[in-house]
């Protein structure tokens, strides 16, 4: 049985790891800097940055999906920008990866906001084929840019 729900503050060391599988899956584990306690802080802190769905399968951690809200100046309208969606590979083309997105969907729609979007790697061309039989579609014309203010490691 398939279940998505809200995190809880008892979730964070699994989102942690999560987190690593997907940086691992993702190539990109020598960037994953964050610690359990930040992690903590920003998702369940008196201040939350981000929000985190767990999908479940028979009582077992399947998956993740991690988003946050912006806003649209040309919508007027608030939006979800999707960070992160995992699912373990054990669990892939069960549907947990459809049960998470939709869910994300059904959030952005209850609070009114005018899109949903994420990025994907450009070589995860299984990711992609997914997120168009959703009913996205790649954005062209943009060029992602980004400044990292994360201190280095020692």
């Not at 990109?28 to 769905?53: I, K, N, P």
């Not at 479940?56 to 100046?73: C, I």
Request: net charge negative; charged share 25%.
């Amino acid at each position: 049985m398939l279940e998505v729900r809200e995190a809880r503050k008892s979730d964070t060391a699994v989102i942690h790891q999560l987190i690593g599988e997907l940086a691992d899956f993702e190539k990109l584990r020598d960037e994953v800097s964050g610690s359990l306690g930040d992690l903590e802080r920003h998702l369940f802190g008196a201040e939350a940055y981000a929000r985190v769905l767990v999908a479940e399968s028979d009582g077992q951690v399947a998956g993740f999906a991690l988003y946050f809200f912006n806003y649209s100046t040309f919508l007027c309208k608030p939006g979800i920008y999707l960070e992160d969606l995992f699912v373990r590979p054990q669990f892939r083309g069960a549907g947990v990866g459809r049960a998470l997105l939709e869910a994300v969907e059904q959030r952005a729609r209850d609070r009114g906001c005018g899109r949903l979007e994420w990025a994907v790697l450009d070589w995860n061309t299984r990711a992609m084929s997914f997120y168009e039989e959703f009913g996205a579609g790649p954005r062209g014309g943009w060029t992602v840019y980004r400044k990292s203010l994360a201190e280095p490691a020692p």
